[in-house]
């Protein structure tokens, strides 16, 4: 590996790469394939609406499979239509959700719906991905975590076990396919700010009296740096751990979150 390689990604590190990013419509999701096409990666786009996909697939040039990253049977005929041309390299389970409730009224189903999407989607993806990775001696899975994945926060009980449960996945899964050329990595941002959390925001704003504006300040404040994480922050680092710089990068759970953890 040269210098150059090293110093980091160039224009085009992920050129005959096909990377699927799962929840790519819209926040962190649209930005990581924007970053990864941008890289020269091929990207397959998935996520459940498929109109909401179709004008960043028209941007990007890129494959748009509408499919519920909960449901196994659909996920997997998704990779099926994904493989089709070339198998998947890249796969990044950034498909994710939070619903909040103190835990008396975190009923099983809330329970869930959080590890589902969270977590066992994750798994399941990881599945159908890892095979093919491991048979090419490349690859690289990204789990786009949380800062709840690596502490606690008062009612959201469920959504912070399945992303611990996510990083156990990540660690586990880094160390079994140590000595193939497949990587496993997570990203733990803090409070960043896409359409979930404005979501969040209002839900909290309505619950507490009080305007999204100052949910959002609060939010913002559990930042060290005083600000909400953005989403192409996120997304440098998804590409960062694609490139093959970072091959002996593996296992890792990576906080962006301006020092909140
Ligand atoms: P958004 O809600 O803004 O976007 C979520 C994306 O996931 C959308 O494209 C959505 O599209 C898709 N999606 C949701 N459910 C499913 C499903 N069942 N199957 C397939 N796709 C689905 O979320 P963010 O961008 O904020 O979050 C992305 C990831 O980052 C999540 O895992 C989240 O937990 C994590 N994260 C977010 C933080 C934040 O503050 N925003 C902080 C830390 C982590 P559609 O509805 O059409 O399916």
Known sequence: MTRSDLAGISAKSLAGRHALV????????????????????????VARDRHRLAPLAAEL????????????????????????????DILVNNAGGAETAPIARTEPELWAR?????????????????????????????NIASTAGLKGYAYASAYVAAKHGLVGLTRSLGLELAKTGVTVNAVCPGYTDTP?????????????????????????????????????????????LCSDAAAGITGAALPIAGGEV
């Open 196 to 240: 979930m959390l404005q979501d969040a925001a209002q839900g909290v704003a309505t619950k507490t009296r009080t305007t999204p504006d100052r949910v959002i300040e609060t939010f913002a404040a559990a930042n060290p740096m005083g600000r909400l994480v953005r989403p192409a922050e996120v997304a440098a680092m998804v590409a960062y």
């Open 61 to 88: 040039d890129a494959q748009a499979i509408a499919c519920d990253v909960t449901d196994a049977i659909a996920l997997g005929q998704a990779f099926a239509t994904a493989a089709g041309a070339q198998h998947v």
């Open 22 to 45: 799962t929840g790519a419509s819209r926040g962190i999701g649209a930005e990581i394939a924007r970053t990864l096409a941008a890289s020269g990666a091929r990207v397959t786009l």
């Open 114 to 142: 959080m590890l589902g999407l969270n977590l066992t989607a994750a798994y399941t993806a990881s599945r159908l991905a890892i095979p093919a990775m491991v048979a090419d001696g490349w690859g690289r899975v990204v």
